[in-house]
């Protein structure tokens, strides 16, 4: 009996943490939204160089898996649809499939094994090493000093970088098409802006599925970067402390984005 | 002026604070003495309101801080600045941008006269040549000189000092010794200085404490308590360690 109560207990406290954990991330990123319009003029500079960590390094590795996503999705579906007499047809499904689900998401996973992580890192050993305690020291507002930048740099990045892989993909899907299943690239063009609906030679805004995929993104950013942040202010007892939190980060942050990428999904396609 | 009164805290089954009971008026230096891992760092981090005591009351300058609004906390802030073991410098900013920090963040100063002033407290700590070096590329004693710099850009009415010399060769731990001297000097500053350093202590305090057990044992001038009679006093001056482990385990 005792075993069984000592397993409620933790099971129990687990769940205390767990919900704590999570008013605790919301609460950070209402904080960050509110500070954004308070704070945004003094912030400009540490925001800018957020905006290049999220960005810059990152690119390459988005560059390649997009590129390669989409030579992959050209691969398997060419298969099926030659053997159907339809290859004309897989422009379309590339384009859809890519602007609306994989980019957004193959993108957050990108950025949260590099970007998060490195966040929940950051943070964590600030934490730990007394860092965040001086800054409360010195009463400056860390959500302001820390989380409000990274917050609103992956907001801005994380849709950026996925047209940026989202173009590689059709790009590398055009590839593919083109060699493998001798798809010319002007039929491949007008098929693809056909499905995502934009008129051929369109310059002006984007049209709604790439729009749809990108909201997605941005919202994903926000997740990625408040997640990660809140992870690392929790993190306690040193070095392992930090190691803990940047797996804990990780792990919320695809758990959320696959949970919360289906309902976002389920809002704008049902 | 800070007042302790008989301030608890446990942490799970730990009770490291038992009834912590002092005051420190102003231009005193008072030095906590006590081994590593009784409870010193504990202490200063509630009296700027980083932790908050199971019971007990905290004033500075007759604000309890255990109930204080969050601007009674940041007055508090203001007068009493923490000057951390590890120096606790942001590592993402230059030595400069990190003692024009509390300044820049208050943002009451122009931009000149938060310079002015980062460059006179760079000065008076020898730290001006190593103004444009990140954290990581500095020595550990210069790392200490610019947090101290970082504490007294603010002017704060009292400073907190966790260990100064903990970690530093002898040369330099002399060297921040008489710097601590010469800011108390300085001006009627308080100072609670934690430490296990005796040559810091003796060189620095207007008054010396043990803790032990969780308790300031003996609060006296330093020449009364290097005369002490209490037996954990004498084993500690003495650097006998076995004693104090007894009583720790007991
Ligand atoms: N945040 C905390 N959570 C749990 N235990 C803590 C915490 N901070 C300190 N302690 C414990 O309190 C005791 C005293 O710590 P501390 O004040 O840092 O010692 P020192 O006298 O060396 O400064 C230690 O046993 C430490 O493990
Ligand atoms: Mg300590």
């Known amino acids: 009996m005792a075993t069984l ?3 409620l207990e933790a099971r129990g406290r687990d769940l205390r943490e767990s919900v704590t954990n999570a008013g605790f991330t919301v609460s950070l990123l209402l904080q960050s939204l509110r500070l954004f319009f308070v704070d945004l003029r003094h912030r400009r500079r540490f925001i800018l160089d957020q905006l290049a960590v999220c960005g810059i390094s990152p690119l390459p590795v988005v560059c390649v898996v997009g590129l390669f996503t989409g030579m992959l999705l050209a691969l398997q579906i060419g298969m099926e649809l030659s053997r159907l007499g339809q ?8 384009g859809l499939i890519l602007f609306r689900e994989m980019g957004p998401f193959m993108t957050a996973m990108i950025l949260t094994a590099s970007v998060g992580s490195a966040m929940a890192a950051e943070l964590g050993t600030m934490r730990v090493s007394e860092e965040i305690d001086a ?3 010195m009463s400056i507002n860390t959500t302001s000093f820390l989380v409000m930048p990274r917050i609103v740099a992956m907001t801005i990045m994380t849709p950026l970088l996925t047209f940026i892989g989202c173009i590689l993909g059709c790009v590398g899907g055009g590839l593919v098409a083109n060699t493998q299943l001798s798809v010319s690239p002007a039929v491949y063009t007008r098929n693809l802006l056909a499905s995502l609906q934009a008129e051929p030679n369109q310059l002006g805004p984007l049209p709604e599925e790439i729009y749809t995929g990108l909201i997605k993104a941005a919202i994903f950013g926000a997740l990625i970067a408040t997640i990660s942040c809140a992870t690392g202010l929790k ?7 930090v190691g803990r939190a940047v797996r804990s980060a990780v792990v919320r942050c695809f758990l959320m ?6 309902y976002i999904s389920w809002i704008f396609f049902r | 002026m800070i007042r302790l009164q008989d301030v608890h805290k446990s942490f799970g089954d730990t009770h490291v604070l038992r009834g912590v009971n002092l005051e420190l008026t102003q231009g005193e230096t008072l030095v906590i003495l006590g081994r590593s891992g009784t409870g010193k760092s504990v202490t200063l981090k509630h009296i700027v309101g980083l932790m908050k005591p199971d019971s007990g009351h905290i004033f500075v300058d007759g604000i309890d801080v255990t109930s204080a609004s969050n601007e009674q906390l940041q007055t508090v802030r203001q007068r009493v600045a923490y000057l951390f073991q590890t120096g606790a410098l942001v590592n993402w900013l230059s030595v400069r941008d990190n003692v024009a920090l509390p300044l820049a963040e208050q943002r009451k100063l122009s931009s000149a006269e938060i310079r002015e002033r980062v460059e006179e407290s760079l000065q008076s700590l020898s730290m001006l040549e190593a103004a444009d070096r990140m954290p990581s590329q500095i020595s550990g004693g210069m790392r200490k000189r610019a947090a101290l710099a970082r504490v007294l850009v603010a002017q704060p009415k009292a400073i907190l000092y966790d260990e100064p010399t903990a970690g530093l060769d002898p040369v330099m731990a002399r060297t921040v010794s008489h710097l601590i001297r010469d800011v108390q000097s300085s001006g009627d500053r308080m100072a609670l200085v934690v430490t296990h350093d005796l040559e810091l202590a003796f060189s620095v305090a207007t008054r010396i404490g043990l803790h032990y057990k969780g308790e300031l044992i003996e609060l006296a001038p330093p020449d009364v308590f290097k005369q002490s009679k209490h037996p954990v006093i004498r084993a500690f001056l003495d650097g006998q360690s ?3 482990e007894e009583g720790l385990n007991q």
């Open chain 1, 5 to 7: 109560k000592d397993t």
């Open chain 1, 135 to 137: 800054l409360e020291c």
């Open chain 1, 87 to 94: 290859s004309e047809a897989i422009s379309n499904m590339i």
């Open chain 1, 257 to 262: 984005l696959i949970i919360i990428g289906y």
């Open chain 2, 242 to 244: 076995d004693l104090g």
């Open chain 1, 235 to 241: 993190a306690s007892g040193g070095a392992i402390g």
